[in-house]
C-alpha cells in the first residue's frame, strides 16, 4: 500500500528567508502524482505545486519549488523568500492514475516576523 | 468562475443520528470526492463520484454513503453517527481524465458529534 510521510510536525522560518519541507513515499508504481497542499488557518485547502513522475524537471511556482527525487522517493518542497501567508498546515499528497489521494500528516509551518 | 462550495458551514449532532453535508463542485468538473480530516491529521479518503457513479471506496463503513447529482454536486450522508466521526468533512472537485485530476477543495463542514 502507497504511504506518504511528513518527519517535520512543525518547522519555522525567518520572514524573507528559506524554507524546505521534507516529504518521502512509498510506491511500487512508476506512474503517479505528487502535490502540495496548504491549509491556512481558514481550513480550504490550497494547492500550492504539483509533480509528474514522468518529468525530470522539478516543477516551480513563483516562490515554491520542489525536488523530486524519484529514486529516492521524496518529494520537499522549498519556499523561497518566506511571507507571513505562507503560515499554514502543508499537507504532501500522492495520487495514482487512479482516484485516490494519499495524504501525508502534513508539518505546521510557523514564519517570524 | 464559481470555485468548491460547501454546507452548512459547522454542525451539531448527537451520537445515533444521521447528517447530510453538501458540495457544490467547480463550474466543469465532473467528478467529487470526500475527505474525512480528524484533528490533526491529514484527509483521509472516503469516496470518490464521477458521474453520478462511485468510483472508488476508502477504508470506511457503509455507513458512510453519498450521491452525485445531474450537475455533479454531491451529498454526503453519515448515518448513527458516533463520537469519532467529529472532523472535517472536506469535498475536492475535478475533471477526471486519463491524465490529469488535480483535486480543488471547498473550505470543509466541521461536524461535532456529542
Known amino acids: 500500500a502507497q504511504t506518504v510521510t511528513q518527519s517535520q510536525p512543525e518547522m519555522s522560518v525567518q520572514e524573507a528567508e528559506t524554507v524546505t519541507l521534507s516529504c518521502t513515499y512509498d510506491?511500487?508504481?512508476?506512474?503517479?502524482?505528487l502535490f502540495w497542499y496548504k491549509q491556512p488557518p481558514s481550513r480550504q485547502m490550497i494547492l500550492v505545486i504539483r509533480?509528474?513522475?514522468?518529468?525530470?524537471q522539478n516543477a516551480t511556482e513563483n516562490r515554491f519549488s520542489v525536488n523530486f527525487q524519484k529514486a529516492a522517493k521524496s518529494f520537499s518542497l522549498k519556499i523561497s523568500d518566506s511571507q507571513l501567508g505562507d503560515a499554514a498546515m502543508y499537507f504532501c499528497?500522492?495520487?495514482?492514475?487512479?482516484?485516490?489521494?494519499?495524504f501525508g500528516t502534513g508539518t505546521r509551518l510557523k514564519v517570524l516576523a | 468562475e464559481t470555485g468548491v462550495t460547501q454546507s452548512p458551514t459547522h454542525l451539531i449532532k448527537t451520537k445515533g443520528q444521521q447528517v447530510t453535508l453538501r458540495c457544490s463542485s467547480q463550474?466543469?468538473?465532473?467528478?467529487v470526492s470526500w475527505y474525512q480530516q480528524a484533528l490533526g491529521q491529514g484527509p483521509q479518503f472516503i469516496f470518490q463520484?464521477?458521474?453520478?457513479?462511485?468510483?472508488g471506496r476508502g477504508n470506511f463503513p457503509p455507513r458512510f454513503s453519498g450521491r452525485q447529482f445531474p450537475n455533479y454536486s454531491s451529498e454526503l450522508y453519515v448515518n448513527a453517527l458516533e463520537l469519532d466521526d467529529s472532523a472535517l468533512y472536506l469535498c475536492?472537485?475535478?475533471?477526471?481524465?486519463?491524465?490529469?485530476?488535480?483535486?480543488?477543495f471547498g473550505p470543509g463542514t466541521r461536524l461535532t458529534v456529542l
Open positions: 463550474s466543469g468538473h465532473n467528478t
Open positions: 510506491t511500487s508504481e512508476s506512474d503517479y502524482y
Open positions: 475536492a472537485s475535478s475533471f477526471l481524465d486519463r491524465v490529469t485530476d488535480t483535486q480543488y
Open positions: 463520484y464521477y458521474r453520478e457513479e462511485e468510483n
Open positions: 509533480q509528474e513522475a514522468y518529468k525530470q
Open positions: 499528497a500522492y495520487r495514482r492514475r487512479t482516484y485516490k489521494y494519499i
